[in-house]
């Protein structure tokens, strides 16, 4: 299957997103006796094959949104339009959704401007704005870092408003700039890790407590922790350690996938964060043609994909 990197990392990520939904929340152990090693249906949510969540929901509202001019009210009405059944689900209606992300948008449907309405307290650092962020670094990839902070710290603000997040999401798209930048795996990590500590070295965004909690992933090479080490909850943190485990333990997108999801727990998330690089690096074409051609709406994924390639110049 041939595919441009937009659409491989919306496929990428969608698919992903669709392979763990049957098992979001198993445990490891469960996992561990039942390993998922092909697409399932029904399950924890009891959907049928080829549903993806609300991760890729978002993550699509997001896309729709940046075809057009960067513009946080209309980001945060593309989220109410899914919320409220229109806009980007897979059968029509909502069956998954985060605590902090349904506060918060329940906040914008009343009154509060986008950027006031996330979560901004320690208990806020759920994944919802980073299993939702990547589209982002295709717009704000050639700005100055500086610049790219700021709206990515407005973008994850509309749900996920606590620095915590925001770091997360920052981390997250740096690694994918360098990806795009055409780096092997393991430099973009280093590059990333270089850039950001610079980064935070040099601008007092949050305490050093802060910035501690993310030493795994800046201060040294997650690569090398055991399996045991490893978290895949919800908190966004474990999300974006895992991701990064995955990605730099693996050499294709089905394994790194596979190697997220039978992580358990939050695992269509990792799932999520993972499939968009796996896609965007390794491409699809490895992927068995009945996975992708059971991915919910697929037609309407590669519209879009077609439509943010040419706003920002993927095109085959």
Not at 123 to 128: A, E, L, P
Not at 272 to 290: C, F, H, I, Q, R
Request: glycine share 6%.
């Amino acid at each position: 299957m041939k595919t441009n990197i937009i659409e491989s990392t919306f496929l990428g990520l969608a698919l992903a997103d669709a392979l763990g939904v049957p098992v979001e929340f198993k445990s490891r152990q469960e996992l561990l006796n039942n390993p998922v090693i092909d697409m399932r249906e029904y399950g924890t949510h009891h959907q049928p094959k080829g549903t993806w969540s609300d991760d890729s929901s978002l993550t699509f509202c997001l896309a729709e949104s940046l075809c057009k001019k960067f513009n946080i009210n209309n980001i945060a009405n593309k989220f109410s339009s899914w919320y409220r059944e229109i806009n980007w689900t897979p059968h029509g209606s909502v069956f998954d959704i985060g605590n902090t992300t349904n506060k918060a948008i329940n906040l914008y449907l009343k009154g509060t401007p986008p950027t006031l309405c996330g979560g901004n307290s320690e208990y806020d650092n759920g994944n919802g704005s980073l299993m939702r962020i990547s589209p982002l670094a295709f717009y704000i990839k050639d700005f100055s870092i500086e610049k790219r902070f700021d709206i990515i710290k407005e973008v994850s603000s509309i749900t996920h408003a606590h620095i915590r997040s925001v770091i997360s999401c920052f981390i997250y798209l740096e690694f994918i700039i360098e990806i795009l930048d055409k780096n092997e795996i393991i430099v973009a990590y280093k590059n990333m890790q270089k850039k950001v500590n610079d980064f935070l070295l040099n601008n007092p965004i949050c305490s050093q407590h802060e910035i501690t909690i993310f030493n795994r992933v800046l201060e040294n090479n997650i690569q090398y922790l055991k399996e045991e080490d490893i978290s895949s909850g919800g908190y966004v943190v474990h999300t974006l350690e895992a991701s990064f485990w995955c990605l730099l333990n693996t050499s294709d997108y089905t394994e790194a996938v596979f190697k997220a999801i039978n992580l358990g727990e939050d695992n269509d998330t990792t799932a999520t964060v993972v499939g968009a690089v796996s896609g965007m690096y390794y491409g699809l074409n490895d992927v068995p043609k009945e996975w992708i051609n059971a991915i919910a709406r697929k037609n309407d994924i590669l519209l879009l994909s077609k439509q943010f390639a040419k706003k920002y110049g993927y095109e085959n």
